[in-house]
Every structure is written in C-alpha cells, then in structure tokens.
C-alpha cells in the first residue's frame, strides 16, 4: 500500500503496509488465521449467497491478523480463497466475478466487529486519540513513535484504526499542538535580554565559525584540546544558564530535548536562522543545555585521565629510587661488615692508635661513602611512600599545566554541609588569584580535616618546635586534586552541570507524577505487589536448591562432579559434535555477486534506503538518488571514505559529501537497520534461526575497532589497538540479526550496558532472554533486567566461583545437610523497605530519563551500607541464584547460551572482514557523530548480507519442504545466514547500472545437496 499523499510521512512503507495492507498468507498463516471456529464459521454460513460467505470467512481471517476490514477482488485473494473453499465449501459452488456489492461489505463489518467486541473508528474517538497523542508527542515527538503508540492503544482498547490519512492528520495536529505550545512558552519565558542572547549567536558575523567550533569534539586529552574545550564551555554558559532556567519550565522529555539538541547540531546556521524564532531558540537552548554538561564531562575525564597518569609516573619514579638505594645498600652491606669485622681483629690491638683503624676502615669505605653508609642506616625515613611525596615536585608543573585549570573551572557540589574539601579547592584557588603561593600562606587557613595525621609530616612545613607553619605548596595541591577526584567517584562530592556526575536522587523521576505514561509501559516490577512477586521467586528458589541437592547426591547430574574432600564442583562438557550445516556446501555453489547487487537487491525487497530522509523533507529539491546513498553508505561501512569511493566508483565526491551530509543521521540509519531486521523477520527461515520455541535469545557483546582520527572517546590499549586507540562497538543480536549497536569507550565497561542496549531496541523482533560473556555481569543486571521481565542468561566460565554466589530465601540453617550450601540468605526486608526508591528509579529507566551505565556508576558510589544499593544487590543476588541453579541441574542452558554468544562472535567476523575492506579493522570519523555514523553503516552493510543469506536461505527451505526432503530441510535450520565468501565486497564499484536484479529462483535451481 504506496503512501502517495503529501501529508506527513508517520510511517515507513514496510510499516503501512504491515498495519494497513491486505494480507498475503503464507500456508503457516493460512492455517493460522483462516482456520475457522465452530462460531466464526457459523457467522460466515449465515451470509445470503456463497459469495458473501467465502467473502465473509476471507474478512474474518483478516481481521484476525490485521485488525482491519478490507475491499478486495478474488483475483488478490486467489490462493486465500481456494484455502477457504477446500475446507469449507464445495468445489462445486459457483462464485460469482464479481465479489459481494458495499451494502453486504458494511453489514459484515458491522457482524465481525461486533462478534470480536471491537468498536467501529468514529469521529467520536477522535479527541481520546488526539489526546493521547498529544501525551505521547511530550515524551517522544518522532512521528513513528507516536503512530506506533496511538495504534497500540487502538488494538488494545479494541477499537478500529482509522484510515491512514486521518493517523497522519491526528500526529501532524499533535505535532503542531506540542510545537505551538512549546514555542508560547518560549515567547512567555525568554526576557528580551535572553531572546537577544540567543539572536546574536545567530546573527554574528564569526557565528558560523563559533557554533561549528562549539560541535567539534576534542581529539585527545592534552593541554591545547582542554584549552578548547574550556573556552567553548565559557561561551556557552550565559546561554546554559538561560536553558537550565527555561528547559524545566517547557514540561519536555529528556528523549525530545536529546532530539531537538540533536537538530541544532546537523541544522547549519543558514537552517536556524530560516526556521521560526521560537523554533530555534527551542534548538538552541537545547544545544546548550547538553552541550555544556558534555564539555564538563570531558573536562572531569581529562582531570582523571591525568591524574591516573600522575600517579602512576610518580608511583613509578619512587620505586625505582626506592630500588636503587636498596641496591646501593645490598651492595656495599658486605663492605660494612668488614668494618664491623675490624672491631674483633686480633691483630688490632688495644694500643693500635685510632688513627690507624681509621686509615684501614677508609680502605674498604671512602670517608664520604661511610658517612652517606651511615647516614642511610640511621635514617629510618626511607620508605616508598615518602620517596613518593619528595617525587612530588617532579610532575608539579603537569599538575599546574593540566590539573589546576580544571579543577578552578569546575564547580563541585556536595551534600554535607561546609564540606572540608571545597572549603580546601576555595582557599587554593583564591590564593592562586592572589597570584601567591600556598607555602607563604598561614597553616591556620588550611582546613584542618584535609590534613591527616598521619601524612602531616608529608604535607606541612615545621618550625623550629616542630609546628606546623604552612604547607608544601606542590605536595598539598596534588594531594587535594587527588582527594577530590575520589571523593567525586565516591558520590561525597557531585558537578550538577554534568551528565555523568549529578546526584542519583536529582535524576529520578516522580511515579505519582508518571502514573499515567507507567501504565502505557507495562513494566512487570510496578504491576504486582513486592511481597507476591517476592514469594515467587522465593518459592522458586528454595524448590530449585531442595532439586539440585537430590540429584546430585542421586549422582543423576551426569555433567557434574562435586569433590567432597576439595569442595569442588566439575563440570563434564558436552563432548559431541556439532550436527553437520551447509554453512560450506551452499555458499560455494552460490555465484559471485558485486556488493551492489545485494543492495539493489535487498531495497527492492524491503525499501530500507526510504528510510533515509533529510531532516527537512519539505525542503530537499529532490528525491535522494538510490545510487548516491548505496554509495555513501559502502564508503563509510569499508573505510574508504568518501574520497576514496570517488576514485574507485562511478559517483563523484562533491555528490558523496552531499549525500552524507543530508541524509546520514544516527536516526535514519537506525530506522533503515529496522526496516532490514524486520523484513528479515517475516522470510520463512526466520522462525527456525531460535534457539528456543519458548524463548527468543539475544547475545550482547563488544568488539574493538581502532579509530582513524584521535577521539576522547577512544583510548589506549597495548592489547587491542598496539600504539593506537580505539573504541567498542557494543551490539545486540537476536537469530543472527544485529538489532542494535552502538559505539562506548574502550574503558567502560560492557556490563553497564545490557539493559541499555536492549531497551533502544526499536525493532520489532524484542528478545525475552539476554545472554552475555562474563563481562556482561555486574551487581545489578539480573536485577534490572527482570524487573522489566527479562531473563538474563550469561555464560559462566567458572562454575566454582558461582557457588560464592548462591543464596537462598528460607532460613540458612535448612540447607546444612546439603552437599552444596547457600552462601547466605536473602535479606526481603530490605528490598519491601526500599520499593518505594526502587520505583522511582525503575521509573526513572523506563522514561529514558537516565541510562543504565550512569545508574550503575552512581550506586557504586553510595557507601556499601546504602540501603537502596544493597536491596538492588539483594534482588539481584536472589534473581542470579535461580538462574545459576538452573544452569547446574540443566546442561541445555549452557548449550543454549553457548551457541547464542557464538553466532554473536560470528557476527563480530563478518564486521571485522566489512572493515578490513578498507585495509584496518577501524572506524571513520572524527567526531562521536561521524564515529557512530560509521559504525551504523556497517552494521546495516551486515544486515544487507544477512537479509540476501536469509532470503536464499528461505527459497531453498521451500523448495526441499515442497520436495518433502526432510534431511536437507534440517540443514538449512542449521545454516547460519553470516557469511560472505560468496559477495565481491572490493574492487570498483559500480551503482549506475541497469543490470537486471538477482534472480533468486535462478540461483536455487542449481543447488544441489548430497
């Protein structure tokens, strides 16, 4: 079903036609929605003529799947229309040409919604479903978001979709609603002082150059980029300090502000200055907002970054002087044990004059070389951590150079009232602006509490009776800078113009605020009562133990040995062979094709590149070329780039840098990716790619890819990226599909974001199961994830480790005549205590109003007797230990896990072996934008080749299927749709082609299998 109207597009054309299309029923679907019931068959039967019956039984299987009624001819229904003859009527009945006239077609519109309880669309329904829209546009104004909401709503109320012409007129008066009420708030804010701000960042001659400064990322860490990115924080706060005061007045979400800053930043200045004034204040603001708390961000980075640096060389320089003084004392220890020896020689007798025991004793030792003996061993001071704070002075100046211009820009928060430690950070730099020094400033300045007693000696310059009179000015600020970094890690101290480093309680949202959007979420963990849902997992629990402990006393646990003498648990593995695929058989017999093809292939099929629109659409002079965009996208996804896909294709780069800049976006990518993955979904191979008939799986894990530019995102790493840095491209696979990725730093750690990556998802293939390595584990994951009723399954390298693990529900003392015992029991108090703050913070989650990578960073912070940290720890102790007894008593979950987190790794190949094309295993880019644009475009360049694997795949399946060649169905179940030996992914490149399509039909025929 084409969209040809010129309203707002909402939906994609895949998109359309799954909610509005006439459904083509393949057999599985012909049975399972033409297959009528005792009643619906009834109903049919009870139409005039048998035209209106057959009809009838077409409209109700329709209905079934799509929700919708249709008007169609036999001639588009054929293959239908014969299934419901065969199986309940006569060959005999003559059908008439013509199918049933529009007084029969309302009145089985009428019998059909009335038997399903459904409600006819009205206008009546109208207001109730702008309304709503109008909610949803305040959490996410994308067009598609809302659509998709408003006709979840519709099918769950049980009320007819209106046409798609009026879904477009309904999110349009939404859209603009939410925009006109937005913009008079603007207009009712803004003093004119501030409207003014705003306008002249526009309207300055040198704006150009200053905004797209203000978009630059830093390249690195060093003293010049930090230079920077000061000065760009510097001139954004007048405008932060307006949109911090304005932004919470307006009542959006955190998704839209992340939008709306995200089209100041590929709007050009040109684009600003054209749109409405309230517009691009809204933009602005929004821009600025983030911006800044990013800048701060990186500036926090860099003092870490430093800092750890810092350490390590003055940890490094003490040691080894520290080890060179031993040395120097180990080898001359012999020669003063010859000048003890002296004492107890014989031949110096009591008269020997002293002058000649000392002549002798110079002998072995020069004069200087015994004093600096002796000196050394009276002197007890000597030890590493007072050779450390004397190295002090050695890096004073990089402290001075790197560290002190961040900590006087950076304004620290903290919660404890008249904190020690920023009275400290105040006192140093004031004394700094007095251009002194700290030594020259009195001791009784300093705050006392930053001087611990037992480091005074280190720290503090003494007087004559031994008094404290100053402080060694380089020791104590390095000391300071030290103290506040850790202090901040720890959650004493918190930056509120930061994303990463505000306060846990600042970012969580009100439930008695959001009840209304909770409810349209539907998460598990709000929906039930803490006490039941603790009872059945407690239940659960207990039963699993009294299970495990039985059968392996019974020894019924074939793959497990547990040594009662070493308390150790083994753990047979599964020797058998992998049942054999055609993974080699197949793709060698498929012909080479050119990279191109496949992507003129797999568009025609599922129209991915549509997907691709300017920000603007209105405003595009024409439609983007299919050709341009195929290219741009191979140039990013191998590395070439743009300059080099110039010289080895057939488009020019003047035509590659426009197509770049206009239609890739983060956004757009992601929407091509999803129309790939659920295209992917509907092929017939798909349902055979599970794992599991009652679960689908879905693997996460990172891949190291170096970087072409220098990126503070990127870091070093010997092991991965030799002398360069680099980045992980974090992703989510489900049956083969890659639905989600995304860049994070190669110093985070993959574990914080599972749920994350999970919950971006916007496919329509949604894994209940996530497995991971062990690097997906933390404190929290089982927790999170089944909160929003998900099961988390990583694969354990280490069984005997697990058992520390696992606690139980009932009383410990129930479990002391098992083999294996709980570690503890399960403190429910704690987490009924906490529900009220766990709300909040899965809330919090679910609005997107923070990411799991920062929740989990700020409760590592709170002190280990935090009650809200440890009930969280505690949910997710009792959710982990379920799980890990059930991966002791059944070896097919490991199997199962096992076999998900390979297809990722295979997955991770074939991106590899897409990179490589460009001659590393790298990314482009040189900003966090064009960075991830690059990574988007490769993993859509792997979901081009899996859809063309998967749709061979698919005809070859019903081709044996109609054979009845059992055996060479059950392989192809087992053929994995990664590979590529089979494409021509180098070379030159070709897109202006009128070459014919691939014909799959053609390509099947010559498959042989013996």
């Given at each position: ?177 939410e925009r006109g009420r937005i913009e008079l708030l603007i207009e009712e804010t803004l003093t004119t002082t501030q409207k003014l701000s705003l306008d002249n960042l526009l309207i300055r001659e040198d704006s150009l150059s200053n905004l797209a400064a203000l978009k630059q990322d830093a390249k690195n860490f060093r003293w010049k980029q930090m230079s920077l990115e000061r000065e ?374 599922c129209q991915f590149l549509a997907a691709l629109k300017p920000l603007q659409p209105r405003y595009a002079k024409k439609a983007a070329n299919l050709d341009d965009l195929m290219a741009v996208i191979i140039a990013q996804a191998m590395n070439h780039g743009n300059k080099i896909m110039s010289q080895t294709s057939d488009i020019p780069y003047h035509v590659l840098t426009a197509t ?284 081009v080749i899996i859809y063309y694997n998967s749709t061979l795949l698919s005809h070859l399946l019903t081709k044996f299927e109609t054979q009845g060649n059992n055996s060479a169905v059950e392989l192809i179940k087992r053929t994995s749709p990664i590979a590529w030996r089979h494409l021509l992914l180098n070379g030159h490149y070709t897109f202006h082609s009128d070459a014919p399509l ?13």
């Open positions: 079903m084409a969209n040809k109207n010129k309203n707002l597009s909402v939906l994609s054309e895949a998109e359309i036609f799954a909610y509005y299309g006439l459904p083509d029923f393949d057999e599985e679907q012909q049975v399972r929605f033409l297959l009528l019931s005792e009643s619906e068959l009834a109903l049919a039967k009870s139409r005039p003529n048998i035209n209106s019956q057959i009809y009838c039984a077409l409209q109700l299987g329709f209905f079934k799947a799509k929700k919708l009624f249709f008007k169609f001819d036999w001639t588009e229904v054929e293959a239908d229309k014969d299934f419901i003859i065969e199986n309940y009527f006569s060959s005999a009945d003559v059908i008439t040409a013509n199918a049933i006239g529009n007084k029969e077609y309302y009145m089985q519109r009428k019998l059909i919604a009335e038997y399903f309880g459904y409600q006819m669309w009205s206008t009546v329904h109208k207001p109730q479903l702008l309304k709503l829209a109008k909610q949803v546009a305040r959490r996410d104004v994308t067009p598609i978001y809302i659509s998709v909401e408003l006709l979840s709503w519709l099918d769950e109320s049980e009320i007819m979709r209106p046409a798609y012409t009026t879904l477009q007129l309904i999110v349009v008066e939404a859209l603009s609603f760009k924080r510097s001139s954004l706060k007048s405008i932060y300090k307006i949109s911090k005061m304005i932004l919470p007045k307006l009542d959006i979400s955190l998704q839209n502000r992340l939008y709306y800053s995200s089209l100041a930043i590929f709007y050009t200045i040109y684009d600003l200055r054209r749109l409405p004034k309230g517009q691009s204040y809204l933009y602005l603001l929004c821009y600025a907002f983030y911006r800044f708390r990013q800048l701060t961000d990186n500036l926090v980075d860099a003092m870490k970054f430093h800092l750890k640096k810092l350490e390590t060389t003055n940890k490094t320089s003490a040691n080894i002087k520290f080890n060179k003084l031993h040395a120097n004392e180990r080898k001359k220890a012999p020669l003063v044990g010859k000048l003890l020896l002296l004492y107890v020689d014989e031949k110096l007798t009591d008269i020997t004059p002293f002058g000649e025991v000392r002549r002798r004793a110079f002998n072995i030792l020069s004069k200087e070389e015994l004093k600096e003996a002796g000196n050394s061993m009276l002197d007890k001071s000597i030890t590493r951590l007072s050779l450390r704070w004397q190295l002090v002075s050695e890096i004073s100046k990089l402290v001075t150079y790197h560290l002190r211009p961040i900590f006087r820009e950076i304004h620290f928060e903290s919660s404890i009232p008249n904190n020690p430690w920023l009275r400290a950070l105040n006192w140093v730099n004031s004394t700094h602006d007095k251009k002194q020094t700290l030594s020259s400033r009195s001791i009784d300045e300093c705050p006392s509490e930053t001087l611990p007693k037992r480091l005074k000696s280190f720290l503090c310059q003494f007087d004559d009776d031994n008094q404290p009179i100053s402080v060694y000015a380089d020791r104590y600020e390095f000391w300071l800078y030290r103290q506040l970094r850790k202090r901040l890690q720890a959650g004493e101290l918190y930056i509120d113009d930061s994303i990463q480093y505000r306060r846990l309680n600042d970012e969580l949202v009100s439930v008695d605020d959001k009840v209304s959007i909770l409810e349209q979420l539907n998460i598990p963990w709000l929906q039930k009562p803490i006490e039941s849902q603790l009872y059945v997992l407690g239940r659960e629990l207990d039963e699993l133990w009294q299970k495990f402990d039985k059968e392996l006393k019974a020894g019924n646990l074939k793959h497990l040995d547990y040594d009662t003498q070493k308390h150790k648990l083994t753990w047979h593995r599964n020797q058998a062979k992998e049942p054999p695929t055609l993974d080699t058989i197949f793709y060698d017999q498929i012909p080479y094709c050119d990279v191109t093809e496949v992507f003129r292939f797999v568009h025609e099929k770049y800049e206009q239609y890739l976006r983060q956004a757009s990518l992601q929407a091509a990716n999803d129309t790939i993955s659920n295209a992917i979904m509907e092929l017939p191979i798909f349902q055979h790619f599970s794992l599991d008939l009652d679960a689908l799986y879905g693997a996460v894990d990172g891949q190291k890819f170096t970087v072409k530019h220098s990126n503070i995102k990127a870091r070093h790493s010997r092991k991965y990226f030799g002398k360069g840095t680099g980045v992980v491209a974090y992703t989510l696979l489900c049956n083969h599909i890659p639905l989600q990725g995304y860049l994070i730093g190669a110093h985070e750690y993959e574990a914080h974001h599972v749920f994350d990556i999970w919950y971006r998802n916007t496919s329509e293939i949604t894994p209940s199961v996530i497995t991971g390595d062990m690097h997906s584990i933390n404190k929290a994951n089982f927790a999170i994830l089944h909160w929003f009723g998900l099961s988390f399954s990583p694969r354990f390298t280490s069984l005997n480790k697990q058992l520390d693990d696992i606690y139980c529900f009932s009383r410990i003392e129930r479990f002391n005549d098992q083999l294996i015992k709980p570690t503890k029991q399960i403190d429910c108090d704690l987490i009924v205590r906490e529900k009220d703050t766990i709300d909040q913070i899965v809330a919090t989650l679910g609005l997107k109003e923070i990411t799991q990578g920062v929740l989990i960073r700020k409760l590592c912070t709170y002190a280990a007797a935090n009650p809200t940290r440890q009930a969280i720890f505690e949910y997710d102790k009792l959710v982990r230990s379920i799980y890990t007894l059930k991966y002791l008593l059944n070896p097919d979950v490991e199997q199962i896990v096992n076999h998900s987190q390979n297809r990722i790794e295979a997955y991770h190949q074939l991106r590899a072996a897409i990179a490589r094309i460009g001659g590393k295993k790298e990314l482009t880019g040189h900003t966090d934008i064009e960075l991830e644009i690059s990574n988007q475009c490769a993993r859509l360049m792997a979901n691939i014909d799959i039909e053609s390509i099947i025929e010559r498959i042989e299998l013996d």
